[in-house]
């Protein structure tokens, strides 16, 4: 079976949904993950992509139950309940302007009690702070709530965002789309559906957006297949997603406690098979926070070419029990590329490149027999 | 073995080692090549090796456990190890050991997602002792919540063996206790 699709991908043949099953239930999760790498490396070479970034959460109010989460506390004043004044939250960006990153990545819960200005103002104060700061905020549910709670459309809740800063949107409420699951895991914020015309909309004004998709607790292969499909589908309309992002469900604190988190081994296939699946979105990312590093950094050899960024700030996996550390140095991504044996390129959000580092010279790297490219990317280091 | 996995090998130039291994001939010095062949094809390999050796068990042991001459213990002490050295560390022993060697992960060394990657580049033993998220030793009488159905407490050490059972059948092995080894 497997030899019959690394034939298809030869031929440059798309892969099928059944193709993804199968590559799911694969017992040989190192075979598949060396047809991702080929993928991985026709696609990128060794480049592998970070950027230097700062999560903030500016509040963990929220009127979903979803069974997965571990951030969202249901009303204001509950024990734990946070909402950062907006003077606090760009205080975060103001002490770090000796070394400023290039983007704040925005998630929240969907709070009932704030008037749209908030989160106007929260992204026009940003761009008053750091005018060139790319804000990537406000997950699709965030804009659907939006839409909603505040009597717009997805299209006009964008429009002004933008206005007030908003330049991309960030791939999380993925979730699952299939309603199976979402019904039973986040019955009451945007459905699948919503969410891909929310990422719909984006693109036809000109923004990029990512996608997630929350994999490791009651979905089947099926369900993951049908969601990344979904993906590719939009994806072939549009042409406005960047990078795909399995996210490892975490079961501490939350409501869905009773079961197990899904292993190393589940997310370096998970990394393989959505490169294998994914042939028109063009990143996907092993997200440290979510696997540790020390597992993304295999991923670099199962499909994924981009490991996310400094972070700073990450507190909604940390809540779920996460053992990752809540940030990592541009220093310390560094190495963690370079012991790969890849070469890392530090990016903007949009993917132009910042700067590119050497190849290490580190055991992994210099153990490496092929390559050509790199010597190349070497060539333009600054 | 796929022929995807066949030319992985092939490709690598690691078609030469497995013939020498298969016919009984085990060249140590092959392991210089094996440190600079492509990873994931050692790993290929080293599983098609281990699968005809040892097969799909995966002896754990929880408590300190003989090392012999048969035993190659990774990561050595006091050697720190990047995931992908592991890696390359664990195949490395599986291909150019003695036939049948027995590839152990001290997981305490290496944390268990490393340790269960490890599996499928040729180790067939997880050690480590159980400790709880701190990384201290479970007291003897300790408990844990279970929550499922009917919320129960459990003890401690039957609670993590399942754990890591489940992390070996999670990687489509076999686990088994090795209790008889405890020393």
């Known amino acids: 079976m497997i030899d019959a699709i690394r034939r298809r991908l030869e031929a440059g043949d798309r892969l099928s949904g059944e193709d993804g099953l199968a590559l799911l239930r694969h017992p040989d999760v190192v075979a598949v993950g060396q047809l991702a790498n080929e993928v991985r490396e026709r696609l990128h070479g060794d480049r592998t992509y970070f950027n230097r970034n700062m999560r903030l959460e500016v509040t963990n109010v929220c009127v979903a139950s979803c069974l997965f989460c ?77 839409a909603q709670h505040y009597k717009m459309t997805h299209r006009e809740v964008l429009e002004r965002l933008r206005l007030a800063g908003l330049d ?100 370096l296939r998970m990394v393989a098979v959505s490169r294998l ?13 979510s696997m540790t590093p020390e597992v993304a950094q295999i991923a670099l050899r199962f499909g994924a070419d981009d490991v996310d960024g400094t972070i700073v700030h990450e507190t909604i996996y940390r809540a779920a029990g996460s053992r990752s550390p809540g940030a990592l140095t541009t ?50 280091v600054s | 073995m796929s022929a995807l996995t066949d030319a992985a090998i092939d490709r690598a130039g690691l078609r030469g080692v497995l013939e ?20 994931l094809a050692l790993g290929a390999l080293a599983d098609c090796v281990r699968a005809e050796e040892v097969g799909d068990e995966v002896a754990i042991y929880t408590r300190p456990a003989a090392v012999d001459a048969q035993v190659v213990v990774v990561p050595c002490e006091g050697r720190e190890l990047t995931g992908l050295e592991l890696l390359r560390e664990v195949a490395v022993a599986r291909v150019s050991g003695p036939r049948g060697v027995r590839v152990r992960v001290d997981w305490t060394r290496c944390g268990l997602e490393l340790a269960q990657i490890a599996l499928g580049f040729g180790a067939n033993e997880l050690a480590g002792q159980i400790a709880n998220k701190r990384g201290l030793p479970m007291a003897e009488d300790e408990k844990l919540g279970v929550v499922g159905k009917k919320s129960r407490l459990e003890p401690a050490e039957t609670v993590k063996r399942r754990e890591l059972e489940g992390f070996v059948r999670r990687s489509g092995r076999t686990p088994r206790f090795d209790e008889e080894a405890i020393r």
Not at chain 1, 277 to 289: E, G, R, S, T
Not at chain 1, 336 to 362: F, K, M, S, W
Request: charged residues 25%.
């Open chain 1, 70 to 146: 571990s951030f969202a506390k249901l009303e204001e004043g509950a024990p734990g309940a946070h909402t950062m004044p907006l003077e606090k939250a760009w205080h975060e960006l103001e002490i770090r302007m000796d070394d400023p990153p290039s983007e704040i990545h925005v998630v929240n819960g969907l709070h009932p009690g704030l008037p749209f200005s908030y989160y106007e103002d929260l992204l026009s104060g940003f761009k008053r702070i750091k005018p060139d700061i790319h804000l990537k905020c406000f997950t699709a549910v965030e804009i659907h709530f939006f």
């Open chain 1, 168 to 267: 991309s949107l960030p791939g999380g409420g993925a979730e699952i789309f299939h309603p199976e699951v979402r019904s039973r895991i986040s019955h009451d914020k945007a459905t699948g559906d919503e969410w891909l015309e929310v990422h719909r909309v984006a693109h036809a004004l000109g923004m990029r957006t990512n996608a997630t998709i929350l994999y490791g607790h009651i979905e089947t292969f099926e369900h993951r297949v049908d969601h990344m499909l979904r993906l590719r589908a939009l994806q072939d309309e549009t042409g406005g997603l960047q990078a795909f992002i399995p996210l490892a469900f975490h079961p501490d604190g939350n409501g869905m406690k009773n079961l197990p988190a899904p292993t190393a081994i589940d997310a």
């Open chain 1, 277 to 289: 699946l994914l042939d028109n979105v063009p990143h996907v990312k092993a997200y440290w926070v």
């Open chain 1, 331 to 380: 220093e310390q991504l560094v190495r963690l590329i370079q012991e790969a044996g890849r070469v890392p390129v530090e990016r903007d959000t949009l993917y132009n490149v910042v700067r590119e580092h050497p190849r290490a010279v580190l055991p992994e790297a210099a153990f490496k027999v092929r390559d050509r490219k790199a010597a190349r990317h070497l060539e333009v």
């Open chain 2, 20 to 39: 020498a291994r298969r016919a009984g001939r085990i060249d140590p010095a092959a392991a210089d090549h094996l440190r600079s062949a492509d990873l």
